[in-house]
């Protein structure tokens, strides 16, 4: 019997700046079509420094509303390139 391969997953890296209500309709949406994949998965979001409720969101969601998604956070904002080498 022959073996394949595992199929190679899938990382999704999103930055963010004061988007907690783009995060709260797509985080859910994004985590349903890639669970569907049937793919390995990981959604992870950098804040970057936002002043909104982004980190109470993504916390929330974090905590069991989106499966496979991680948040990381940086103090005061650094950009976009810095959002996504982080």
């Not at 209500?21 to 797509?26: A, Q, V």
């Not at 936002?50 to 509303?65: I, Y």
């Not at 998604?69 to 390139?81: C, E, I, N, S, V």
């Amino acid at each position: 019997m022959a073996q394949h391969a595992p199929r190679p997953g899938v990382a999704v890296v999103v930055p963010a700046r004061d988007a907690a209500d783009r995060l709260e309709k797509m985080l859910p949406a994004w985590g349903a079509v890639l669970a569907q994949s049937k793919r390995p998965y990981e959604i992870l979001v950098v804040d970057d420094g936002s002043t909104d409720r982004t980190p109470a969101v993504l916390e929330a969601m974090a905590g069991g509303r989106v499966h496979h998604l991680k948040a990381l956070r940086h103090d005061t904002p650094k950009g976009f390139g810095a959002a996504l080498r982080t």
